[in-house]
T-cell receptor, first 110, second 117 residues
Framework: QKEVEQNSGPLSVPEGAIASLNCTYSDRGSQSFFWYRQYSGKSPELIMSIYSNGDKEDGRFTAQLNKASQYVSLLIRDSQPSDSATYLCAVDTGRRALTFGSGTRLQVQP | GAVVSQHPSWVICKSGTSVKIECRSLDFQATTMFWYRQFPKQSLMLMATSNEGSKATYEQGVEKDKFLINHASLTLSTLTVTSAHPEDSSFYIC?????????????FGPGTRLTVL
């Protein structure tokens, strides 16, 4: 079982819609959770971090964490074509180094 | 703030040669730096954790004699790929934490694309 799992996609949504990205993790001791966006050929850029159960909102982005279900999600409201990228879920299991999921490719159709 | 740079951004070398990649934290002191590798259409895989002034900790399966890491100062870590082979061709990305930044948030460099002929 992979430590961090994501659906590889592509997830295709129309412009203006809500994109929902999901991630599950296996280590119950994980404390910190991150969503990164990666454009092709570029390094990841941090979108959101979340540490406690519930929702965390930042602009058009909302991260949701459910530690009991070992589940993290990212919602992108009013999706724009510029949001088209691969979204990486990353987990810190306490080692400070990050374990990444394989990423979900999002395509926002104009 | 929290800018991390890498040099070079891309490099092409012949098989058997060594390549050095630099990772610098520009506006903070990085007590810990990480080196990741990403093959095409795959996710980032941690290679090693580097703490300033001490030996790097390598992940299982990563040859420490092949991938030499030096974290000589709080703003610089280097990765040297020794005797590079075509299978070492990859996207190498460093990240850093420390200083006044959140100790949980890693800031990534722009990456170095290595192609070994």
């Amino acid at each position: 079982q992979k430590e961090v799992e994501q659906n590889s996609g592509p997830l295709s949504v129309p412009e203006g819609a809500i994109a929902s990205l999901n991630c599950t993790y296996s280590d119950r001791g994980s404390q910190s959770f991150f969503w990164y966006r990666q454009y092709s050929g570029k390094s990841p850029e941090l979108i959101m971090s979340i540490y406690s159960n519930g929702d965390k909102e930042d602009g058009r982005f909302t991260a949701q964490l459910n530690k009991a279900s070992q589940y993290v999600s990212l919602l992108i409201r009013d999706s724009q074509p510029s949001d088209s990228a691969t979204y990486l879920c990353a987990v810190d299991t306490g080692r400070r180094a990050l374990t990444f999921g394989s990423g979900t490719r999002l395509q926002v159709q104009p | 703030g929290a800018v991390v740079s890498q040099h070079p951004s891309w490099v092409i070398c012949k098989s058997g040669t060594s390549v050095k990649i630099e990772c610098r934290s520009l506006d903070f002191q990085a007590t810990t730096m990480f080196w990741y590798r990403q093959f095409p259409k795959q996710s980032l895989m941690l290679m090693a954790t580097s703490n300033e002034g001490s030996k790097a900790t390598y992940e299982q399966g990563v040859e420490k004699d092949k991938f030499l890491i030096n974290h000589a100062s709080l703003t610089l870590s280097t990765l040297t790929v020794t005797s590079a082979h075509p299978e070492d061709s990859s996207f190498y990305i460093c990240s850093a934490i420390g200083g006044g930044q959140s100790t949980d948030t890693q800031y990534f460099g722009p990456g170095t694309r290595l192609t070994v002929l």
